[in-house]
Structures are given as C-alpha cells and as structure tokens.
C-alpha cells in the first residue's frame, strides 16, 4: 500500500510511521520492564507471563535481559562491574 502513496506522501508519513511505531514498541517494552520488577502484578506468574509476551514481541529475550538487567541495578554506578553503562574516560577523548 505504501507503493500506491505518490513520494512526498511516503516521505512524510514513513517517519510518522517510524515516530508513532517506536513510542507502541518503547511502551511495550516498558510494560515488560515493569513485570520484570515484579510492579506489574503482585502475581510472579503474571509477571513472568506478561514479561515474556512483552519482550518477544520486541525481540527482546526476557531471561537474559531480566539476568543482566538485575546485575545492572546491583552495580550501578560501579564502573567495573556495571554492565550496560560504560562511560567514557576523559583520557580516551583526548588525543595522544
């Protein structure tokens, strides 16, 4: 359907699209977060249920996000064991 809209209509709208498809998926995403937490229901199995629907329609696998997602929040702000965030050193920013 996209090939019947004249150019400028398909450049217009497909970010639109991009913009309104991304906010769904990053709710989505959210929601299972938020059972990985155990704050969507006070039923673990709810949680694990919801979670798993939540991050397979994101193409995010639940397990192992919810693995490295606990450890992250174990050692947040401990550059040495925290794994998702790696902040830059002022040293390797500089030339030389």
């Known amino acids: 359907t996209w090939l019947v809209l004249p150019p400028i209509a398909q450049l217009v709208i497909t970010p639109l ?37 939540c991050h397979n329609f994101v193409i995010c696998p639940y397990y192992q ?14 550059m040495d064991k925290d794994e998702v965030f790696y902040p830059v050193w002022k040293k390797e920013l500089t030339p030389g």
């Open 65 to 78: 996000w919810k693995i490295t997602h606990r450890n992250h929040h174990k050692h947040t702000g401990n």
């Open 17 to 53: 699209y991009w913009l309104v498809q991304g906010t769904v998926f990053t709710g989505i995403f959210f929601l299972g977060h938020d059972a990985g937490h155990g704050s969507f229901s006070k039923h673990e199995i709810v949680n694990t249920i919801f979670g798993n629907i």
